[in-house]
Every structure is written in structure tokens, then in C-alpha cells.
């Protein structure tokens, strides 16, 4: 299925944080989060929003793109790729709080990252500019987010193309090594929309709901993998291209994904699972 970009300018967007181990560390943001207590030592940090459509804050501009990341690089910048899957949900609310969400479709994301030392919210690092997010246009209709359905067999792999050098930036993680996923993570995700509050780099987001008139459909990311040495602190630079790729390991192993992404095939050609191409461009 695909969503239109029209459509996607209606859909609030959010992300997860912490939800691979290991990660947060990696990108040099464990210490923002180091004051927030969660239930269990793996449990995620929390949620943080992307984009609030007509919101009146920088949330509202709309920062997903199908194809490109445009970057102001005149002056240093520390960018990141941010290789993760994200679901289309339905939401249902009693109340001014979130009772259930069932799930739809999955995609590629790229949730990019400005490493902002000074940032006081996760948001800030999210959401600088028009196409700073990567989303792909190919969505794969869930069956069950529980065991035993399409989920069980998903994996997320990502590359860099760099002066025609091919290079693998994020560990290829199975979907079922998120921390939590399945009924786990929907119960946290329920949660901490209806308690988050406005504490360190996380905000209050039942505030956010409740501003935007309780939209019936939002798009959650459920969190980056792994860097690999290369990724760890193979920041972006201009010209780069990178490949996000969430596929299902019965109709792919990771060297056919490798071979897709170097031999530069578009990725409405991916028929795996969802893909994501974006060049890097100066602004």
C-alpha cells in the first residue's frame, strides 16, 4: 500500500527512544536521558515527537521525504542516519487518554539526527527543516503485531554509498531484537502517551493529543539499530547516499540487500519488504 504525501501531512509522526540496546550510547545521547527512571532497566526512555501537523511550533514543519535529506553543511554539522522501522496505528481514546492502538502498516525509516549537545528536548535534534526525515513510499500491511505473523521475519538493514564505496552503517537487526515489541511495547507506547510529562529531553504528549483534537492515526518509529564501527561516527556529508531497509529474511538474505543498494536500483523496485533511498544534498 502507500500513503500519499498529502496524507502523510495529516499524520502526527513520533519516534521511540532507547528501544535497541546499546544505541543511545552509540549516539552519544545516553547522558540526556541519564535523570529518567524507567520501570525496567531495557524498558525505552520515551517518546519524543517528530511532527505536530499545524502545530504552532517547529514541530509543524514537515519534515519527510521519500527521496532526499537537504543539510545546511556551511558551517560542521553532526548528522546521523537513523536506520529504524515505523507503524501506521490507529488510535482509539476514552477520555482525553489513549485506550488501544492497532496496527497497520509498516515502512522504512530514517529518523536523521543532529547531534546537538545543547539540545534541551529529543524533538530539537529530530525536526530541523523541510526533508531532514526519510520515510519510504512502499508500506507492508501487518497481519498481527504479535508472534507468529509478517513481524517475525523482519529485519533492518542500512547502508552508505560514499565516492562509489558501499558501506554498511547500522547492524542488520531483526525487528524481534527491539527491547520491546509485540504486546510489551503496545502496552509501554499506551502508557507513556497517557503519563509522560514535560521531564529533561522528553515532553508531554497526552498535551500534544489533546492539542491536535486526538488524531485517529499516527505514525510511531519504534527505534534505531545498532551502529556498526563505520556508523558509530560516520557522520553524513554531502553527496552521500544512504538505503534504509526493512525486508523479510524468507525473501532476502542481507548479501541480496547489499547487492540491491550498490547496484543503485530504485527503490520501488524492492519487492522484499519496504526500502528507503535518499541522497544527501546541500541546502
Same mark, same amino acid.
Given at each position: 500500500?502507500?500513503?500519499?504525501?498529502?496524507?502523510?501531512?495529516?499524520?502526527?509522526?513520533?519516534?521511540?527512544?532507547?528501544?535497541?540496546?546499546?544505541?543511545?550510547?552509540?549516539?552519544?545521547?545516553?547522558?540526556?536521558?541519564?535523570?529518567?527512571?524507567?520501570?525496567?532497566?531495557?524498558?525505552?526512555?520515551?517518546?519524543?515527537?517528530?511532527?505536530?501537523?499545524?502545530?504552532?511550533?517547529?514541530?509543524?514543519?514537515?519534515?519527510?521525504?521519500?527521496?532526499?535529506?537537504?543539510?545546511?553543511?556551511?558551517?560542521?554539522?553532526?548528522?546521523?542516519?537513523?536506520?529504524?522501522?515505523?507503524?501506521? !496505528?490507529?488510535?482509539?481514546?476514552?477520555?482525553?487518554?489513549?485506550?488501544?492502538?492497532?496496527?497497520?502498516?509498516?515502512?522504512?525509516?530514517?529518523?536523521?539526527?543532529?547531534?546537538?549537545?545543547?539540545?534541551?528536548?529529543?524533538?530539537?535534534?529530530?525536526?530541523?527543516?523541510?526533508?531532514?526525515?526519510?520515510?519510504?513510499?512502499?508500506?507492508?500491511?501487518?497481519?498481527?503485531?504479535?508472534?507468529?505473523?509478517?513481524?517475525?521475519?523482519?529485519?533492518?538493514?542500512?547502508?552508505?554509498?560514499?565516492?562509489?564505496?558501499?558501506?554498511?552503517?547500522?547492524?542488520?537487526?531483526?525487528?524481534?531484537?527491539?527491547?520491546?515489541?509485540?504486546?510489551?511495547?503496545?502496552?509501554?507506547?499506551?502508557?507513556? !502517551?497517557?503519563?509522560?510529562?514535560?521531564?529533561?529531553?522528553?515532553?508531554?504528549?497526552?498535551?500534544?493529543?489533546?492539542?491536535?483534537?486526538?488524531?485517529?492515526?499516527?505514525?510511531?518509529?519504534?527505534?534505531?539499530?545498532?551502529?556498526?564501527? !563505520?556508523?558509530?561516527?560516520? !557522520?553524513?556529508?554531502?553527496?552521500?547516499?544512504?538505503?534504509?531497509?526493512?525486508?523479510?529474511?524468507?525473501?532476502?538474505?542481507?548479501?541480496?540487500?547489499?547487492?540491491?543498494?550498490?547496484?543503485?536500483?530504485?527503490?520501488?523496485?524492492?519487492?522484499?519488504?519496504?526500502?528507503?533511498?535518499?541522497?544527501?544534498?546541500?541546502?
Amino acid at each position: 500500500m502507500n500513503i500519499s504525501i498529502d496524507k502523510l501531512k495529516e499524520l502526527p509522526v513520533f519516534g521511540i527512544a532507547g528501544n535497541f540496546t546499546e544505541h543511545l550510547s552509540q549516539a552519544g545521547e545516553d547522558a540526556d536521558f541519564v535523570n529518567v527512571i524507567t520501570e525496567e532497566k531495557n524498558a525505552p526512555k520515551g517518546i519524543f515527537p517528530i511532527y505536530l501537523p499545524q502545530f504552532p511550533t517547529f514541530l509543524s514543519t514537515f519534515p519527510l521525504s521519500h527521496s532526499h535529506i537537504d543539510v545546511d553543511f556551511s558551517e560542521p554539522v553532526n548528522l546521523h542516519m537513523e536506520p529504524e522501522m515505523c507503524v501506521l !496505528f490507529n488510535v482509539n481514546y476514552t477520555g482525553e487518554l489513549v485506550e488501544s492502538l492497532g496496527s497497520l502498516a509498516f515502512t522504512a525509516f530514517n529518523d536523521c539526527s543532529i547531534r546537538k549537545p545543547n539540545a534541551k528536548k529529543i524533538s530539537e535534534k529530530k525536526n530541523w527543516g523541510l526533508s531532514c526525515t526519510g520515510i519510504g513510499q512502499q508500506w507492508i500491511e501487518i497481519d498481527q503485531f504479535q508472534a507468529g505473523g509478517i513481524l517475525d521475519h523482519i529485519h533492518i538493514a542500512s547502508y552508505l554509498r560514499r565516492n562509489g564505496e558501499v558501506i554498511q552503517y547500522g547492524v542488520d537487526s531483526p525487528v524481534t531484537g527491539y527491547q520491546y515489541f509485540y504486546g510489551k511495547l503496545l502496552n509501554w507506547i499506551i502508557k507513556t !502517551f497517557n503519563s509522560q510529562n514535560d521531564f529533561g529531553p522528553l515532553e508531554h504528549l497526552q498535551h500534544y493529543l489533546v492539542q491536535l483534537k486526538q488524531p485517529k492515526q499516527i505514525i510511531i518509529s519504534l527505534g534505531a539499530t545498532r551502529y556498526t564501527e !563505520f556508523g558509530e561516527t560516520g !557522520f553524513l556529508k554531502p553527496d552521500d547516499e544512504i538505503g534504509v531497509f526493512v525486508y523479510d529474511a524468507r525473501k532476502a538474505y542481507k548479501a541480496d540487500i547489499e547487492d540491491f543498494f550498490t547496484n543503485a536500483k530504485p527503490a520501488d523496485n524492492f519487492s522484499a519488504g519496504a526500502a528507503l533511498i535518499q541522497a544527501i544534498g546541500q541546502v
